[in-house]
Nanobody, 123 residues
């Protein structure tokens, strides 16, 4: 199973970006996915999570500005980020809690991470 993030880059304060996280491999079912970020010199923090049923949760710092969504048919999660500030600068990584088909072994529940995509908010 692989998780690949995309969509990061340099954006001016007040701007927007849309991140994507695509999961691939012998996936049987995704239970939930999430976005996390780590700024330089800081600990990783949760940004937003979403279940396969669409229930979302957000960090207080991004509520009203970020929107997480999931496309179950394509095993892809998105993060629409609006009104970005320099404090949003970080490496954004995605996480998935899912069941995959292990060979041999059969259906297996596990947790996977992507390598991250860098978001820089600056003039």
């Amino acid at each position: 199973v692989q998780l690949v993030e995309s969509g990061g880059g340099l954006v001016q304060p007040g701007g927007s970006l849309r991140l994507s996280c695509a999961a691939s491999g012998n996936i049987v079912k995704i239970n939930g996915m999430g976005w996390f970020r780590q700024a330089p010199g800081k600990q990783r923090e949760m940004v937003a999570t979403i279940t396969s049923g669409g229930e979302a949760d957000y960090a207080d710092s991004v509520k009203g500005r970020f929107t997480v969504s999931i496309n179950n048919a394509e095993n892809t999660m998105y993060l629409q980020m609006n009104s970005l500030t320099p404090e949003d600068t970080a490496v954004y990584s995605c996480n998935a809690d899912l069941i995959f088909l292990r060979v041999p072994g059969g259906p297996t529940l596990d947790d996977f991470w992507g390598k991250g995509t860098l978001v820089i908010v600056s003039t």
